[in-house]
Nanobody, 115 residues
Framework: QVQLVEFGGGLVQPGGSLRLSCAAS????????MSWYRQAPGKEREWVAT????????TYADSAKGRFTISRDNAKKTVYLQMNNLQPEDTAVYYC????????WGQGTQVTVSS
């Protein structure tokens, strides 16, 4: 079955960096677009970034442009989110999602940005 497992979250000071990973299994990873979303306390889940399957084209939410980078390693079946210059408003649970006919979500990883 499809499984997505995120890791790499944690507590970081403002201006710091984190790299999130999402390990996939149960499907042909290279065939699917992958995305990162986040959900802050009391807010709706919001899209952060997407990377396509074929050409690995990337798109970003305005809040992520210039600070976050999504990438994928099809051999490792893993999608990454490099986050730089993190700010308190980036505090959220971060989820990866497999696109396609049906959406699949991971369980999320907590990112807390605080001094």
């Amino acid at each position: 079955q499809v499984q997505l497992v995120e890791f790499g979250g944690g507590l970081v000071q403002p201006g710091g960096s984190l790299r999130l990973s999402c390990a996939a299994s149960g499907f042909t990873f290279s065939n699917y677009p992958m995305s990162w979303y986040r959900q802050a306390p009391g807010k709706e889940r919001e899209w952060v970034a997407t990377i396509t399957s074929a050409r690995a084209t990337t798109t970003y939410a305005d809040s992520a442009k210039g600070r976050f980078t999504i990438s994928r390693d099809n051999a490792k079946k893993t999608v990454y989110l490099q986050m730089n210059n993190l700010q308190p408003e980036d505090t959220a649970v971060y989820y990866c999602k497999r696109g396609g006919t049906f959406d699949y979500w991971g369980q999320g990883t907590q990112v807390t940005v605080s001094s």
